[in-house]
C-alpha cells in the first residue's frame, strides 16, 4: 500500500487532466462518477460474490439487474440514448441479457419499418410491451449472410407469410436474448414469393405468448448452453415448422410484398442504414479500449505491488515492473491501448463525417469509411484479446484466479473478434479497398486517393532518419503498407494469370491480402495517434502529460517496426543495422513512461467496483483483499469445515482395504 | 459426413503407421486403446452432460472418478508408474483432484526423505491410509521459492518443530489437493534452530484428521475459490499457528537437525533429485502436444465440414479448409505440434542419459539439460496455449460454446505457463546458459561447446541457398541464434561498462535475454524435427508419410523464419529479397498437406469420448451432435418451457407502466 502511495506521489503526470480529456471535458466524467456512484450505491448491483456465481445465479441476477435498471435506475437517473445506456452496462458489469431489445431489436424497427410498422411496434418496444431480440445467426451460416436458409413464403390466399426452417443447419444459433426472455424477434429470411426467391428480408415474428411466455405454436425455441464466457447472456437457438405471420410484419420500408404477392424492389437504397453498422464496428473498437485498459489497470498496479526474487542483500525484493521485460510488455501494451483510443475516436468522427453527407445522398466517404472501419474494428479487438490475456500471463499465478478479474474480462472481449464481422473476414474487405484504390491510381494518373492510402502515390523514405520523428515514422510505415499492397496485388495477379477464375485468384493471396489489411490499419492507428496528440486539446495539456503521450506514441509506432522489421526492411524502408536503434529509442521511451505508469492506469478513472479485481485494487492492498475474498468461497463454508465430497468419497478411500 | 468420409477416402497418408510411431508402436498403442475403452465402457467416467456441470459438480464427479479409478480401475487395467496415470487421467478428463499425492507428495519423500522416513511414510501413502500434497506456494511467492516466509523453528526442549505463517502474504496458497482432500502436506520452509536461518526445507504436516476430516489445531485451511479452468482441483490456502510437529518430520535425506537442534549439512548433493523437476518440465512439453492436437483434432475435422460463402455460383459453399488463411493458421499449427512432440521426445531421452550419468556421479549433461528443458517447456506450453486459442478463433462462433470442447483445452493449457516455472524466468534461464557458453568460446579457443549451442563456434550463411534443404534451414537458424546471443551478451556488457550492476546489467538486458533464449529454443526444435524425420522409424516409413513429415519440418521451419524475418536479415542470414521465395516454399508446402489434414489429425487417434467435442467429431456429424447436446440443457427444461426468471423479473417488466 506504501508502495503504490509512494509511486503516485512521485508521479508528475497530471492525472486529473488526462482523464477528462480521455471522457471528453469535466462534465462527461461528473455524469460518468454519477452514474457510477449510483450503481455502487444500490444494493441491487452488489457484486461481493460476483465470481462465485453459477452459471443459472449469473444470468438470474443479471436478469433482474437489467429490469432493475430499466424501471428505476434508468429514470432516477434520466438516461438516454445508447451511449449512457452502454455506460451503465459497463458499470453495473457482465453483460446486460435484454440488450438486443434496444440495441438490435429497436434500431432495427427504425431503420427498415414503414412509417406505419413504426407507429405500430416501436410504443410496445419503448414501454417494454414486448422484449425483442435479433435471430440471423443461423446454426450452419454466421459471417455469410446470404446463405441463410430459413424461408418465408407468401401465401396471397391468407396473406401470411409462412415461416420455416427447413434444415437442421437452419435452426437460428447464438441469438442474444432469446433463449429465455424474447417474445419477439427480428427474423432474417429468405422472402420467397410467386415461386421466387427474393433472397434476405427481416419480418418480426412472435416468439413467446404474452400471457404465460410459453413458446407459440411451430416454433421450438431454447437457450444454447454455456459458453466459455457470456454467461449473463440467453443466447438461444429458434426453430420454426410452418409459423404463421401476417403479410406487414415483414419489415417494409425499402422492399415491399404487395397482398398478391408482388415483389416491390426497393426504391430508396438501404445504404443509408449502413452506418448502423459502421457505428457498432467503431463502438467495437472503443470497446476494446475500455476492456484494455481495464485489464492494464489491473496488471499495472499488481506490478507495482507485487515483488519477486531479492536481487540485493538486504534490500526488498523487487517490485515486477522494474523488471525491463515486464516494463516492455505492459508499457507497450500502455501505448496499444491509447493507439486504440485515438483510432476509434476518429472512425466514430469519421462515421458522423459519412453520415452527414450521406443525408445529402453524397457517397463520397463510404468506401473509405467501410474500410478503414473493418479493419480497425478486426484490429481492435485483436489486439484488445490478446492484450488482455498477456497482462493476465504477465501476473502469474494469482492472475488465473477469477478474483483478479482477468478472466471475466478476457471471456468477455474475445467473441468481438468473431461477431460483428469474422475479422479475417473483415481484413479481407479492407485489402479489397486496397487493392481497389491501388488499381485506380495505376490506370488514372490523374486520380488523387483518399488521404490514409496516398501512400500509394507516393511513399519515400526519408534521408537522415530520425526514428523519433513522427513524420519519418510515418513515411517508413507508408514504405512498408505500400509494398504489402504491391504484394497482394501482385500475388492476385499471378493468379489470374496463371489462369485461375476470380475466387481462386483472390483466395491463393489471402494471406497476403490479409497482411496487407492489417499493415493499412496499424499505418492508420499509428497515424491516428500522431495526428491527433498534436491537436489543440493536447497542446493545452501539462508539458508532462504532452511528453508522456509522445513518448507512447513512440513506443506504439516503433514497436509494431520492430516486431514486423522483415517487412519494413523488405520494402526498403529501413536496413537491419538500423534495429538496434530503434530498440534502444523504444527502451528509453519505455524508461519514461515507467515512474508515469500508475498515474497513467488512474487516469483511466475505473472505480475498484467495475475492477472487480483483488490485484487491481487503487488502494493497492491486494493480499488483504484476496484474504477477505476467499471468506465468502461457498466450497469452505460446510459443517465443520468437511466437504461432502469426504463423506461420499474420500472417506471410503481411506478407509478402503488395498 | 459425405465431405469428411470423401476427404479420409482421397487421403494417401498411412494412417495407422503414423499413430504407431506418435505412440511408439503398435503395442503402446495397442494398450492406449485397452485403457480408452475401459474408461468409455464405465458409467461412472459419462461425459454426457459435462460441459453442463457446475463448479461444484465437476469438483465432486471429479472426486467420484478419481476415487474409481484408485479403488477399481486401476488395479483391474493394473496401472503401475507415472506414465500410465497420466494416460489414465487424460482419458478420463479433467483434472484429477488427488494427482499431487502421486505426482508431488510421494515423489518428495521417495527423493528427499531418510530410509528410516521413507519405510513410515510410503507404506501410508501407497494405500491411501493418508492423502498428501505439495504445499510451497505461498500468496505472496510464487517461483522465487528462497522467499518464502513460512517458518519452521526448532524447539530442542520438545524437540519438535514450530511450524508458523507469520504473515498475510506467508499464507499458503494454490496448491491442488490442498482445499478440500488432503490430509498431509509436504511444507517447504523456512528452517530455524538455534537462532539461525537455515533456509527452505521440507517438513511432513498433517493437516486433517484422519477420523473425521477436520483441520488439525492450528490450521486454517479451505479452498481459493473459483479459477479460470481447473474446476475439478481444489487448490487450496493453509495458514498455520504455531503448529507443532516431530522433529523427524523435516525430510532428512540430505540435510538434518538433531535432537538438539545442530543443524547438519548436506553430504551428499540434491542435484540427484533435480532430475524429477527435468522430467515433469519434459512431460510438460508433450503435454503440451497432447493438448494443442486435440485442438487441432477439433478444428481440421469442423474446418473440412463447415462451408462458408458460395465463392461460385451452383456450387456448394466453400469447406472452411479450402481457404488459403485458414489452411494457413491451421496447418502451421500442425506442423508447430509435430515440431513439439518431436523435441519432447529429445527432451525425455535426454534426461534420462542425463540421469544415467549423474548416477556415476557425471554431472556434464546438466547445464545443457538444464537450460534445454526449461527453453523448451517455456516455449511449448507457450506455443501450445496460443495456438489451441487460435483454433478456437479460427472456428468461429461455435468455437466459442464449451461443446466445442476448445474453452477446456486452453484453460487446462495455459497454466503451464506459469507453473513450474514462469516461462519468462524459465527462458532467462536459458539465456544464462548460453551468455555462459559464449563466454567460455570466447575466453578458450580450444573449448568446444555442446552440439546444441555449437553455432557459437560457427555460424554461415550457405552460398547457393535452397530454402527447402533441412541443412541450409540449420545454417540460417544458427547465424540468426548466434546474432541473438551475441546482441544480449554485448547488451549486458554495456550495461556493465557503464558502471551497473550485476542484477541492474543482467536487467537491462532481459528483453534481448529472453529472445535469445526463444531463438535458441526455436533452433533446438527445428533441429529436432530434422534430425527425428532422418531416423530409421521414419525412413521405414511409407515414401508418402514420409514426404508429409518433410513438408511439415519445412513449414515449421521455414515459418518462424518468415515471421521474424527481421532477426534473420539483421543477423546477415538472409536478405530482405529473399522473403518471397520462402513464403512461397511455405505456401506449396502447405498445399501439399491440405489433403492430408484429415488423417494427419486421424492419426492423433483421440477417440470423440477424449475431444468432447461437438465440432470435432470423428463421423463429422456436426449439426447433429450440436442439435443433440442442446437437449441435454438443464436451463430448457423448466415447466412449460418457461425459465424461473419470466415469473420473477421478466413478466413484471412486461407488465409495468412505464
Same mark, same amino acid.
Given at each position: 500500500?506504501?508502495?503504490?502511495?509512494?509511486?503516485?506521489?512521485?508521479?508528475?503526470?497530471?492525472?486529473?487532466?488526462?482523464?477528462?480529456?480521455?471522457?471528453?471535458?469535466?462534465?462527461?466524467? &461528473?455524469?460518468?462518477?454519477?452514474?457510477?456512484?449510483?450503481?455502487?450505491?444500490? +444494493?441491487?448491483?452488489?457484486?461481493?460474490?460476483?465470481?462465485?456465481?453459477?452459471? *443459472?445465479?449469473?444470468?438470474?441476477?443479471?436478469?433482474?439487474?437489467?429490469?432493475?435498471?430499466?424501471?428505476?435506475?434508468?429514470?432516477?437517473?434520466?438516461? &438516454?440514448?445508447?451511449?449512457?445506456?452502454?455506460?451503465?452496462?459497463?458499470?453495473?458489469?457482465?453483460?446486460?441479457?435484454?440488450?438486443?431489445?434496444?440495441?438490435?431489436?429497436?434500431? !432495427?424497427?427504425?431503420?427498415?419499418?414503414?412509417?406505419? $410498422?413504426?407507429?405500430?411496434?416501436?410504443? /410496445?418496444?419503448?414501454?417494454?410491451?414486448?422484449?425483442?431480440?435479433?435471430?440471423?445467426?443461423?446454426?450452419?451460416?454466421? !459471417?455469410?449472410?446470404?446463405?441463410?436458409?430459413?424461408?418465408?413464403?407468401?401465401?396471397?390466399?391468407?396473406?401470411?407469410?409462412?415461416?420455416?426452417?427447413?434444415?437442421?443447419?437452419?435452426?437460428?444459433?447464438?441469438?442474444?436474448?432469446? @433463449?429465455?426472455?424474447?417474445?419477439?424477434?427480428?427474423?432474417?429470411?429468405? &422472402?420467397?414469393?410467386?415461386?421466387?426467391?427474393?433472397?434476405?428480408?427481416?419480418?418480426?415474428?412472435?416468439?413467446?405468448?404474452?400471457?404465460?411466455?410459453?413458446?407459440?405454436? @411451430?416454433?421450438?425455441? @431454447?437457450?444454447?448452453?454455456?459458453?466459455?464466457?457470456?454467461?449473463?447472456?440467453?443466447?438461444?437457438?429458434?426453430?420454426?415448422?410452418?409459423?404463421?405471420?401476417?403479410?406487414?410484419?415483414?419489415?417494409?420500408?425499402?422492399?415491399?410484398?404487395?397482398?398478391?404477392? !408482388?415483389?416491390?424492389?426497393?426504391?430508396?437504397?438501404?445504404?443509408?442504414?449502413?452506418?448502423?453498422?459502421?457505428?457498432?464496428?467503431?463502438?467495437?473498437?472503443?470497446?476494446?479500449?475500455?476492456?484494455?485498459?481495464?485489464?492494464?489497470?489491473?496488471?499495472?498496479?499488481?506490478?507495482?505491488?507485487?515483488?519477486?526474487?531479492?536481487?540485493?542483500?538486504?534490500?526488498?525484493?523487487?517490485?515486477?515492473?522494474?523488471?525491463?521485460?515486464?516494463?516492455?510488455?505492459?508499457?507497450?501494451?500502455?501505448?496499444?491501448?491509447?493507439?486504440?483510443?485515438?483510432?476509434?475516436?476518429?472512425?466514430?468522427?469519421?462515421?458522423?463525417? !459519412?453520415?452527414?453527407? /450521406?443525408?445529402?445522398?453524397?457517397?463520397?466517404?463510404?468506401?473509405?469509411?467501410?474500410?478503414?472501419?473493418?479493419?480497425?474494428?478486426?484490429?481492435?479487438?485483436?489486439?484488445?484479446? $490478446?492484450?488482455?490475456?498477456?497482462?493476465?500471463?504477465?501476473?502469474?499465478?494469482?492472475?488465473?484466479?477469477?478474483?483478479?478479474?482477468?478472466?471475466?474480462?478476457?471471456?468477455?472481449?474475445?467473441?468481438?473478434?468473431?461477431?460483428?464481422?469474422?475479422?479475417?473476414?473483415?481484413?479481407?474487405?479492407?485489402?479489397?479497398?486496397?487493392?481497389?484504390?491501388?488499381?485506380?491510381?495505376?490506370?488514372? +494518373?490523374?486520380?488523387?486517393?483518399?488521404?490514409?492510402?496516398?501512400?500509394?502515390?507516393?511513399?519515400?523514405? +526519408?534521408?537522415?532518419?530520425?526514428?523519433?520523428?513522427?513524420?519519418?515514422?510515418?513515411?517508413?510505415?507508408?514504405?512498408?503498407?505500400?509494398?504489402?499492397?504491391?504484394?497482394?496485388?501482385?500475388?492476385?495477379?499471378?493468379? *489470374?494469370?496463371?489462369?485461375?477464375?476470380?475466387?481462386?485468384?483472390?483466395?491463393?493471396?489471402?494471406?497476403?491480402?490479409?497482411?496487407?489489411?492489417?499493415?493499412?490499419?496499424?499505418?492508420?492507428?499509428?497515424?491516428?495517434?500522431?495526428?491527433?496528440?498534436?491537436?489543440?486539446?493536447?497542446?493545452?495539456?501539462?508539458?508532462?502529460?504532452?511528453?508522456?503521450? =509522445?513518448?507512447?506514441?513512440?513506443?506504439?509506432?516503433?514497436?509494431?517496426? /520492430?516486431?514486423?522489421?522483415?517487412?519494413?526492411?523488405?520494402?526498403?524502408?529501413?536496413?537491419?543495422? *538500423?534495429?538496434?536503434?530503434?530498440? *534502444?529509442?523504444?527502451?528509453?521511451?519505455?524508461?519514461?513512461?515507467?515512474?508515469?505508469?500508475?498515474?497513467?492506469?488512474?487516469?483511466?478513472?475505473?472505480?475498484?467496483?467495475?475492477?472487480?479485481?483483488?490485484?487491481?485494487?487503487?488502494? @493497492?492492498?491486494?493480499?488483504?483483499?484476496?484474504?477477505?475474498?476467499?471468506?465468502?468461497?461457498?466450497?469452505?463454508?460446510?459443517?465443520?469445515?468437511?466437504?461432502?465430497?469426504? =463423506?461420499?468419497?474420500?472417506? =471410503?478411500?481411506?478407509?478402503?482395504?488395498?
Amino acid at each position: 500500500m506504501e508502495t503504490i502511495a509512494a509511486e503516485r506521489k512521485a508521479s508528475k503526470l497530471a492525472t486529473k487532466e488526462l482523464t477528462y480529456f480521455l471522457y471528453g471535458g469535466e462534465e462527461m466524467v &461528473l455524469r460518468k462518477r454519477e452514474i457510477e456512484n449510483a450503481v455502487i450505491s444500490d +444494493p441491487t448491483y452488489d457484486i461481493t460474490k460476483y465470481h462465485y456465481l453459477t452459471r *443459472e445465479e449469473l444470468f438470474e441476477q443479471a436478469v433482474k439487474k437489467s429490469v432493475h435498471s430499466i424501471t428505476k435506475l434508468m429514470p432516477e437517473l434520466d438516461i &438516454l440514448g445508447v451511449f449512457e445506456r452502454h455506460s451503465l452496462t459497463s458499470v453495473i458489469g457482465g453483460e446486460n441479457p435484454l440488450s438486443l431489445h434496444t440495441d438490435m431489436f429497436m434500431p !432495427t424497427i427504425t431503420g427498415q419499418g414503414s412509417d406505419e $410498422q413504426q407507429e405500430k411496434w416501436l410504443p /410496445l418496444a419503448t414501454n417494454y410491451k414486448i422484449i425483442g431480440c435479433y435471430a440471423q445467426t443461423e446454426m450452419g451460416h454466421g !459471417t455469410y449472410v446470404r446463405g441463410l436458409e430459413t424461408t418465408a413464403t407468401y401465401d396471397p390466399v391468407k396473406q401470411e407469410f409462412d415461416i420455416h426452417s427447413p434444415t437442421l443447419t437452419s435452426i437460428k444459433w447464438w441469438p442474444g436474448t432469446l @433463449g429465455v426472455n424474447a417474445t419477439h424477434a427480428i427474423v432474417p429470411a429468405r &422472402l420467397i414469393t410467386k415461386g421466387e426467391d427474393k433472397g434476405i428480408h427481416n419480418f418480426i415474428v412472435q416468439l413467446r405468448s404474452l400471457d404465460n411466455h410459453t413458446a407459440m405454436k @411451430g416454433i421450438t425455441i @431454447g437457450d444454447i448452453g454455456p459458453k466459455f464466457g457470456y454467461a449473463e447472456m440467453d443466447n438461444g437457438f429458434l426453430k420454426f415448422e410452418h409459423v404463421r405471420i401476417p403479410r406487414d410484419n415483414l419489415l417494409m420500408r425499402f422492399s415491399q410484398v404487395l397482398p398478391d404477392g !408482388t415483389y416491390v424492389r426497393p426504391k430508396t437504397s438501404s445504404k443509408l442504414s449502413y452506418g448502423t453498422m459502421v457505428l457498432i464496428r467503431a463502438g467495437l473498437s472503443k470497446f476494446s479500449f475500455e476492456m484494455l485498459s481495464r485489464a492494464l489497470t489491473i496488471a499495472i498496479r499488481y506490478s507495482i505491488v507485487r515483488r519477486q526474487t531479492q536481487n540485493r542483500p538486504g534490500e526488498a525484493e523487487t517490485q515486477l515492473l522494474d523488471y525491463v521485460n515486464q516494463q516492455h510488455t505492459l508499457i507497450t501494451l500502455l501505448a496499444t491501448v491509447f493507439g486504440i483510443y485515438f483510432v476509434s475516436q476518429d472512425t466514430i468522427q469519421l462515421y458522423v463525417k !459519412t453520415q452527414s453527407q /450521406l443525408n445529402e445522398e453524397n457517397m463520397e466517404l463510404l468506401p473509405e469509411l467501410h474500410a478503414s472501419s473493418s479493419g480497425v474494428k478486426a484490429i481492435s479487438t485483436n489486439l484488445a484479446s $490478446q492484450g488482455i490475456e498477456t497482462c493476465r500471463i504477465a501476473c502469474g499465478g494469482h492472475g488465473y484466479s477469477l478474483s483478479s478479474g482477468f478472466p471475466f474480462l478476457y471471456q468477455s472481449t474475445t467473441p468481438s473478434m468473431t461477431y460483428e464481422g469474422d475479422n479475417n473476414v473483415l481484413l479481407l474487405q479492407t485489402a479489397r479497398y486496397l487493392i481497389k484504390i491501388r488499381k485506380e491510381v495505376q490506370e488514372d +494518373p490523374s486520380y488523387s486517393p483518399p488521404d490514409n492510402v496516398n501512400y500509394l502515390t507516393e511513399a519515400v523514405r +526519408p534521408r537522415n532518419i530520425n526514428f523519433r520523428s513522427p513524420q519519418h515514422q510515418l513515411a517508413l510505415y507508408q514504405c512498408m503498407v505500400r509494398a504489402c499492397v504491391d504484394r497482394a496485388a501482385t500475388k492476385v495477379s499471378q493468379g *489470374e494469370k496463371i489462369g485461375l477464375d476470380y475466387f481462386d485468384a483472390w483466395n491463393a493471396a489471402a494471406v497476403e491480402l490479409i497482411q496487407c489489411a492489417e499493415a493499412h490499419t496499424h499505418y492508420v492507428m499509428v497515424k491516428s495517434f500522431i495526428e491527433n496528440i498534436d491537436k489543440e486539446e493536447v497542446r493545452n495539456m501539462s508539458p508532462y502529460n504532452q511528453f508522456i503521450l =509522445k513518448c507512447l506514441s513512440d513506443i506504439f509506432s516503433l514497436n509494431y517496426i /520492430l516486431n514486423k522489421s522483415g517487412l519494413f526492411i523488405e520494402a526498403g524502408a529501413i536496413y537491419g543495422r *538500423e534495429l538496434n536503434e530503434i530498440r *534502444e529509442v523504444i527502451q528509453s521511451q519505455i524508461l519514461e513512461v515507467r515512474p508515469a505508469a500508475v498515474s497513467l492506469v488512474d487516469a483511466f478513472d475505473y472505480p475498484d467496483f467495475v475492477l472487480r479485481s483483488v490485484l487491481g485494487r487503487k488502494d @493497492g492492498d491486494v493480499y488483504t483483499a484476496m484474504w477477505e475474498w476467499v471468506q465468502h468461497n461457498p466450497r469452505n463454508k460446510h459443517k465443520n469445515g468437511v466437504h461432502p465430497v469426504y =463423506k461420499k468419497y474420500t472417506r =471410503k478411500l481411506l478407509r478402503a482395504k488395498m
